[in-house]
């Protein structure tokens, strides 16, 4: 495929996507749990009451917390069948998992569409884009990390296990700021709204939600993807990553060094995609989003490849095509501006 | 090492995907024990474990429940002293059923039991005909929800299967409610639930995080000569989405957060950084 094609193509996947994730209940049914429910490795909230699947972060920390916790705490023997019920119904999970690897965070994934459209609007706005500085991205991409193994893994085990408050079964869905945007795109303010009753944990929990979405709501304004950088499904994707046939493949070149167009492509802000050839320009923060691809000027330096296919693949033809309508950073060029390098 | 770590993690992350919520996802279920609220048939279905449930019925002389699985599998379960034991093979909603008949009525009554194990949603057994006069709701909560106060939602009333209009639909609420309907030209009858739980102060503590429910029941009532018709489908529901908590407090936050973030807005000298 062509890479100025794919560059078009991904929106429109993005925007279908949501609609079938936030509002699916009207296409696959109501208890659409039944067709899609842990399919999908993307951020798509349970609490959503219309949406056509639950992400897969939920019933991780609560397996951890019930399962394994419990089970623990009881001096069961930790079976099998606790940590793997049913082999059959997550053929479909692990499929989609591995084989499309991290694309469900660049394509699928609609906190991420959101996020792109705000920064989108950003753009229209004339703001300017900030970015991770380079020596700060090895601990921005270490928090991702530290929220799977502490958030999703680690608290509801332990709180599973009696060892901490009943109210961190599930600390990460208690802050995550998916929960509040594909609710609020139902028109539902429940998952705003902070609870005084019952536990602290739970009205602490809702201001510190309430607060991060809003922080990065405004900040996607000029920031790309905020919310993407800690994701912790982006992290249990990118345990897999060398191991899925779905990945980004780089060329070494000479030219590189002095171009580095990809990296400012990149809304994860990766710089090694430019520096870096083979598997290790292709690291844990990566979307698979192939703007990088498209933003390429050389044929065949960089592509999505599945397996052996090189499935887009970056070539002068396509960079032309895609930077006469915006700069690597996204911004749209004027009309008149497009016309004169169309000209020229 | 690399490959049976990836193939641990793999089944760790998929888990998941297999199996349903535990208990806290499980839309509340009846209330066990007797109604002291109604003079309505009722059924209890009381979850022991995650796989199984003592069902109980009250208010009429039914001997056996009728025990109907999301693939429509059927399992009778002898009623002793009103009270029978469920252990089904698979999870998610599950039917009961209990009839009483007699000279003078024939009475259906019925609720739903939800077990947090992987299994199919109730679509066809909800939509499956039933014999007689009976009530069942076009939707049960999913995961994660319940009825709740102030929402409005769909009950359908069937005779031998068919939808059966202008039958006199009573609605009552453990609460205290009460309300009179009538079903629509297609069968259905849609219930608001009533805001009539007590103020917070005066409700029992919240056990294990869980709001409190109040069981209701909405039964359809029919003549034919001197036998009388009854058709009950009771479950529970919760106080409203917005109870005991603040929908300004929560934006409040939010624009705080943006607050926080609106200095990062500001170009800097020397374009993007
Ligand atoms: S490295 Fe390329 S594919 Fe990966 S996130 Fe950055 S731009 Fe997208």
């Known amino acids: 495929m062509n890479a100025y094609f794919m560059n078009r193509l991904r929106p429109w996947v993005q925007a279908l996507s949501l609609v079938v994730l936030v509002y699916g209940s009207s296409v696959v049914g109501f208890y659409s749990a039944e067709k899609l429910s842990g399919a999908l490795p993307v951020l798509s909230c349970a609490y959503d009451q219309e949406n056509s699947a639950y992400c897969v972060l939920i019933p991780l920390q609560h397996q951890l917390h019930h399962r394994l916790g419990e089970g623990l705490v009881k001096l069961q023997a930790v079976t099998m069948g606790m940590v793997m019920p049913l082999v059959f119904t997550m053929l479909s999970f692990l499929v989609f998992f591995l084989v499309l690897n991290k694309a469900f965070c660049g394509w699928i994934c609609p906190l991420g569409t959101v996020q792109e459209w705000i920064y989108a609007a950003g753009r229209r706005l004339g703001l300017g884009t900030r970015r991770v500085p380079d020596g700060s991205r090895g601990r921005v991409s270490a928090v991702k990390w530290v929220i799977l193994a502490l958030f999703v893994l680690a608290v509801p085990l332990v709180s599973g296990m009696g060892l901490a408050p009943h109210a961190f079964r599930d600390p990460w869905c208690q802050v995550c700021p998916s929960r509040i945007v594909t609710t609020l795109l139902t028109a539902n303010g429940e998952q705003v709204a902070v609870p005084f009753k019952g536990d602290w944990a739970d009205t602490a929990f809702a201001a510190l939600r309430n607060l991060v979405f809003g922080f990065g709501a405004l900040f996607a304004l000029t920031f790309r993807q905020p919310f993407c950088r800690i994701c912790p499904m982006l992290s249990l994707h990118a345990l897999f990553r060398h191991f899925a046939p779905l990945r980004l493949a780089k060329r070494a070149s000479d030219r590189c060094d002095r171009c580095g167009l990809c990296a400012k492509a990149c809304p994860m802000d990766i710089r090694e995609v430019q520096t870096r050839v083979g598997a290790a320009a292709f690291t844990d923060d990566c979307t698979l989003c192939g703007r990088c691809v498209a933003f390429c000027p050389e044929d065949g330096t960089l592509a999505l490849a599945l397996g052996p296919f090189r499935l887009v693949e970056s070539s002068k033809a396509a960079f032309a095509r895609v930077t006469r309508a915006e700069s690597p950073e996204g911004d749209p060029k004027p009309a008149r501006r497009r016309a004169k390098e169309a000209a020229s | ?273």
């Open chain 2, 1 to 273: 090492m690399r490959v049976p770590m990836f193939l641990a993690m793999a089944l760790l992350a998929a888990a998941p995907a297999a199996a349903q919520h535990a208990n806290h996802g499980a839309p509340p279920a009846a209330n066990a024990g007797e109604p002291d609220w109604t003079k309505l048939p009722t059924l209890s279905a009381a979850l022991r474990g995650r796989t199984g449930a003592q069902v109980s019925a009250f208010n009429g002389a039914a001997s056996e429940i009728i025990a109907t699985a999301p693939d429509g599998t059927t399992a009778t379960l002898a009623l002793t002293s009103g009270t029978a034991s469920y252990k089904p093979a698979t999870g998610n909603y599950h039917l009961l059923a209990a009839v009483d008949s007699c000279d003078a009525h024939v009475a259906t009554a019925a609720t739903a039991v939800y077990f947090p194990n992987p299994g199919r949603a109730p679509t066809d057994i909800l939509a499956a005909p039933r014999q007689g006069l009976t009530v069942v709701p076009e939707r049960l909560p999913r995961e994660h929800s319940a009825y709740r106060a102030g929402e409005t939602w769909r009950f359908l009333v069937t005779m031998d299967g068919q939808p059966f209009p202008g039958a006199k639909v009573r609605f009552e609420t453990a609460n205290g409610s009460r309300a009179e309907l009538v079903s629509e030209v297609d069968g259905t009858v849609d219930v608001t639930f009533p805001e009539d739980f007590p103020p917070r102060d005066q409700r029992p503590p919240e056990a294990h995080g869980r709001p409190v429910t109040a069981d209701f029941v909405v039964a359809a009532t029919f003549q034919t000569g001197t036998v009388q018709h009854i058709g009950a489908f009771n479950y529970s529901y919760r106080p409203g989405a917005y109870d005991g908590s603040s929908l300004a407090t929560g934006a409040g936050f939010a624009v705080l957060g943006m607050v926080a973030a609106a200095p990062l807005l500001r170009r800097r000298k020397g374009g993007a950084k």
